[in-house]
Every structure is written in C-alpha cells, then in structure tokens.
C-alpha cells in the first residue's frame, strides 16, 4: 500500500498522510460508476438530487472556518482568500440548484413538411454518463465542487482526482456528500499518482472528462480518450492587459494589483503582461511598484497575509530562474525579484523583459508581474495576441469606442473592461480556447457539458 505524505506548502509541516489508490481500485472504481449509470432504475430523481445539494448547502454553511483553514493549510492560499473560495463553493451549488429550474429542452417544430406532418416532436435532458473530473491545486475546494456538484446536479455518476498536492479539501467535500445523503457510488475520490491517472482517463467506461490543469498533461489526456468521450480542458494563460492613456490610473493600479498577486499569481487568469500606453508608463510603474511593495508576505494562516507561498519549493526556484533570464536579457527590476524564504517570493514587477523571454511567452504562476511600453493601441493588441494562449484580457479606458475595439480585436475568451483579467463570478462562461483548452466552465456550462439533449418524436393521426 502506498501512502502519499500531504504537506504545508508554507513551511513544510505535515498536515495528513494519504492513501494512493491502485489501478485495480481505480478499475473498481469506474466499474461501478458504469454500473449505476448503465441501471436507469437507480437513477436520482431530480427532487432527490435538489434535496442532497441543499443538504449541502447547510452543511458546508456550517463548517465555513473549517473549510477556510483546510484549504489554507493545504494550498497557501491566504486566509482572506481561502475564505472567499469557501463562500463562492457554497454558492456554486446553490447555482446548480437554480439551474436545476430551467434544465430544459424545447419543441422542435414539426408539420412545415407533407412529411413531417402528423408529429410533434421534443428535447429532454439526460446525463451523459460516467464523469471522470482530475483537478488542480489552486482552488482545493472551490475547483472540486465545479467539477462534480454539476455531475450531480444532472445525475452523472462522477469520479474526483483532486491534485496530489491538495487533496484534503476534496476529501473532506465528498465526507459532506455523503452526509448530505448522497450515496458512495454517485461520487467517489480517487488519490492517485500520474500513470494511474492516465490509467483512468483512457478508460472506455468514462463518457466525460473534465481536466484543470497543465495544457501539456492536458491535451495529452485528450489524446488517449476512447473514442466518443467528451472532454472539457481549463488550462492557463499569459493574461495581458492594455493601458491607455486616458484610463483612471487610480482605478488601474488596485485591479492590476489584485489581479498580478492574487494567490501569489497562482490563477489561470492571473494578469502577467501589461502593455500600458508611453504617456502614462512611468505613473503607472512608479504607482504599481508602491501598491506591490506594500503587500503583505507571509504566513496564509495570517488573517492580514496577502500573498502567500508557491505551492512547492521547486516552483519558487523556476520563478526565480525566469525571473533571472529575464533580468539578465534587459528587464529592468522595478521590485523584488527574490525568494523572501524558500517557499515565500517577493511580488516582483519587470519592465520591458525581452518580448522572447520566458517571463513573456509563458504562463509564470508566480507572483511577477511584467510591463511594456507602447505608443499605439493596435501595436498593444498584436502583441497581446501573439502567443498560442487564448484566456482572459483585459483593456483600461474611458472611452467607449477605444473599449468596443479592444473587446473586437483582441483574442481573450473573456475580455475584461476596466477590471483585471482574474475577475470571475461562477454563473458566467469561463474558459480558454487555442492552447488554454476546450469548452467551457462556469456551474450552468458545466452542467451542459455533462448532459446530452435526447429527442423524442410522436407520430399521432390526431395531430
């Protein structure tokens, strides 16, 4: 039996040791999540399902500190934070609840023919099967919920691979299921390391897969499905942000900060190139600079921490490197650009790396923040649409049209006016197209993702 060691990514204190499931229990396991979903008998009802997930709801609404110093502990995630992920999780599945009301097919009209006369004919929502949902460690409860409480809600079987590195979370959601009356078979946790995982993903028993994470893991997941398995893939992106001239600098610099920072720059979406218009650019720097110096670094059990630790050692020391690279290849530091401790990283700010650099063509996940100069918006736009990510952007302005043109040209999904990329309510689409992934997030999305829309036609001599 192989145990997995779960630990603080803060300080490396260990927090729980974790079984690692084996590729029999794995087979076991999607086995019997065919089996429910191949017997229509023991389908949920819809009231039924509505029922466990306000169940849900109470219990979590009771265990909100709880949940809040969990998902700190395990992911470094700052308290503050952790608890807005705790709140927006609940809400997330009172979404699914709502959602739940206007669940519904359509009349598909019928007559217009001599040879569809005599009919009438309707859609209806099924589930599509057995859901297989492998998630990341930036979001250890939130992230969790989004990839199974919609499953639920439309009554798929579904399967849970939380990140090695955070798997508490998840754990502790699936102990809440089954309080609130789930059965087991309806959703079962899977530990395990990256063989088995790719084990599970190419299984013939599995009808969708959601993966957050790397593109790399990703589309290679995609690759092995069995033939006609859906897929939803959320990867990242290198989120840029446009700066004109005419935009309310003191607007500008808390967005860019909470969007450059939040979590230690840990989000798909967080905000890593700025193209901020030349009139303005040593205002915008000077101010950013003092907004991210003023940050508080620490511990994310700290109720006054702002940004805490990257979630491993070896993730702090590759953000130092492409930081270095950068620096050394013309990047002028602005602020930081070092370790504060070995799990801790100074928010950094580099201005005008080289456009090659890896700090401006790759997602960073740090806490690093780079800014360019530029004298005219459609020179900002080609070079915010120039790499093979296509996520969340951004532009600041007041004028209309300048907004309207930036939303048109740029190549974001989302496109963010007058706010940083990393903004997200849970009930709007979310997701990244090119090398940031494939269909869409978002509790009402996901719930389509995971349901097929069956038609049904009445051939009647009345009609």
Not at 349 to 363: G, Q, R, T, W
């Amino acid at each position: 039996m192989s145990i997995m060691s779960v630990v603080s990514p803060f300080n490396g204190s260990h927090l729980a040791d974790v079984k690692l499931s084996t590729i029999s229990e794995v087979e076991r396991a999607v086995g019997t999540a065919r089996e429910l979903f191949d017997n229509k008998d023991r389908w949920l009802t819809k009231y039924q399902r509505i029922e466990i997930l306000e169940n849900v709801v109470q219990i979590m609404s009771s265990k909100v500190e709880e949940l809040t110093v969990l998902a700190a502990k395990e992911g470094g995630k700052p308290y503050i934070d952790s608890k807005v992920e705790v709140n927006r999780a609940i809400n997330g599945v009172k979404l699914a609840i709502e959602h739940l009301g206007s669940f519904e097919g359509k009349e598909i009209a019928m007559g217009h023919t001599q040879s569809s006369a005599g009919r009438m004919a309707f859609t209806f929502k099924e589930p599509i099967g057995v859901v297989l949902s492998i998630s990341a460690f930036n979001h250890p409860l939130n992230l969790i919920v989004h990839q199974s409480v919609p499953a639920i809600a439309v009554g798929a079987p579904v399967i849970i691979k939380p990140s090695e590195k955070t798997p508490l979370s998840a754990m502790k959601f699936i102990e809440i299921l089954y309080e609130a009356g789930l059965p087991k078979e309806w959703c079962q946790l899977i530990v395990c390391d990256i063989p088995t995982t790719q084990h599970l993903a190419a299984s013939k028993k599995i009808d969708y897969l959601s993966f957050i994470g790397s593109s790399t893991v990703g589309w290679f997941l995609r690759s092995n499905v069995a033939p006609g398995v859906r897929v939803g893939l959320e990867h990242g992106g290198v989120a840029p942000v446009i700066v004109e001239a005419d935009a309310d600098i003191d607007d500008v610099i808390p967005a860019l900060t909470k969007g450059g920072f939040y979590h230690a720059g840990q989000v798909c979406v967080s905000v890593q190139r700025v193209y901020v218009h030349n009139l303005i650019l040593d205002e915008v720097c000077k101010k950013l600079t003092i907004s991210a110096n003023a940050l508080k670094v620490g511990d994310p059990l700290d109720k006054q921490t702002e940004v805490g630790p990257l979630i491993s050692n070896s993730e702090l020391k590759r953000v130092d490197e492409w930081v270095q690279e950068a620096i050394a290849g013309g990047a002028k530091l602005l602020c930081g650009g070092k370790p504060i401790s070995k799990s801790l990283y100074k928010p950094t700010i580099l201005l005008n790396p080289p456009k090659d650099a890896k700090v401006s063509v790759k997602e960073v996940f740090g806490p690093v923040v780079c800014v360019y100069g530029y004298d005219k918006i459609d020179e900002a736009i080609k070079w915010a649409n120039s790499l093979e990510v296509s996520f969340s952007a951004s532009i600041f302005t007041k004028n209309i049209d300048t907004a309207l043109y930036g939303v048109k040209r740029l190549n974001g999904t989302s496109v963010m006016v007058n706010d940083h990329t990393a903004f997200r309510v849970d009930w709007m689409p979310f997701g990244g197209a090119k090398h940031s992934g494939l269909g869409l997030g978002g509790i009402p999305y996901s719930m389509n993702e995971m349901s097929v829309e069956k038609l049904m036609v009445i051939k009647s001599a009345v009609l």
